[in-house]
């Protein structure tokens, strides 16, 4: 597992956009390619379903140096 930082307004914009997973496909502005969902609401912080268009996004801002490998799998 790796971490990293990403900018403040990066961290806001995904919250701005994401919807609560659950009915968030029948609601008008929901688009699986993009929509980031909200889930597991019983745990503390906040938990993010991320199409695949974020991993890109979340690259190209990730703020340089901030990267630390959490766990391996060896």
Do not use: C
């Not at 971490?3 to 688009?31: C, H, R, T, V």
């Not at 390619?33 to 597991?40: K, V």
């Amino acid at each position: 597992m790796v971490s990293f930082e990403i900018p403040k307004w990066m961290d806001e914009f995904i919250e701005l956009e994401s919807k609560a997973q659950l009915g968030a496909k029948k609601m008008p502005n929901y688009d699986k390619n993009t929509t980031p969902l909200r889930n597991d609401p019983t745990t503390p912080g906040r938990s993010y379903e991320l199409p695949s268009i974020w991993a890109k996004w979340l690259e190209e801002n990730a703020i340089d140096g901030s990267g630390k490998i959490l766990k391996s799998h060896e």
